[in-house]
């Protein structure tokens, strides 16, 4: 089956601006126990971290193990988005460098095949990161925090909403808006998880491309997202 077409209802409805926090730094990462992140998947991550830290990390879902990642940025800036209250209630407020908001996911994975044929079809899901806030394209994600539009990013990890039946909130609107965002800068690198799923890896291959695909570990893909580039496409025809 070939991949739909990207396009789709504002993905978040509402977002508030739940907690900073700025765990203590860990010399040597580990994954902690109940992660869904493997050992071999976070190391890819927390290497990269610790190679562009001090930097811009945005990460759409929450773990326990991603406060590692604050930690290590803890001379940057770090940013979760997340729709699991449970979770953001456990991060501690005692840091300006971590920011957590709780926001509102509204389109169910379910729908994913029709946003990604309307993606296509559509010009107003051309990555043009400056009218991402105002975006006419029902994949953008528009009501986030003004910050996440206003910071070039140095690293954006897409892993929520959770996306794991047809009923629940879907990565389709996340992956969109994390390449969009990942235009703005210079360079940006753009992590995504669960790519076994079909979501994950059809937005992937759509959004965030095949040519920039520098990297895999288990269910992680790694891509290198070159910015300041006047296409009107996101991948090479």
């Known amino acids: 089956m070939s991949p739909p077409s990207q396009h789709s209802s504002p993905a978040f409805s509402t977002h508030n601006k739940v907690a900073s926090h700025s765990p203590e730094s860990s010399k040597q990462p580990r994954t902690p126990p109940n992660s869904t992140l493997t050992e071999k998947e976070f190391k890819v991550l927390s290497n990269l971290v610790a190679l562009k830290s001090s930097c811009n990390l945005l990460i759409f879902g929450f773990q326990p193990q991603y406060l590692i990642l604050s930690s290590m940025n803890a001379a940057g800036s770090t940013v979760f988005l997340d729709d699991h209250h449970d979770m953001i209630g456990k991060v501690t407020t005692n840091s300006n460098n971590t920011r957590t908001y709780k926001l509102g996911y509204s389109v169910p994975a379910k729908k994913a095949y029709n946003l990604l044929k309307h993606a296509r079809q559509n010009q107003a899901c051309a990555p043009n990161p400056t009218l991402l806030q105002k975006s006419k394209c029902k994949l953008a994600l528009r009501n986030l925090p003004a910050e996440v539009y206003e910071k070039k990013w140095d690293v954006i990890v897409v892993d929520g909403p959770k996306g794991d039946s047809p009923e629940s909130p879907g990565r389709m609107g996340s992956i969109y808006t994390a390449s969009v965002l990942a235009r703005v800068g210079y360079v940006s690198d753009v992590l995504v998880h669960d790519v076994d799923r079909m979501i994950e890896k ?10 920039n695909l520098l ?14 580039s006047n296409s009107t496409t996101f991948c090479p025809a």
């Open 202 to 211: 059809w937005f992937s291959w759509e959004f965030l491309c095949h040519e």
């Open 215 to 228: 990297y895999s570990k288990g269910k992680l893909w790694h891509f290198r997202i070159r910015g300041h």
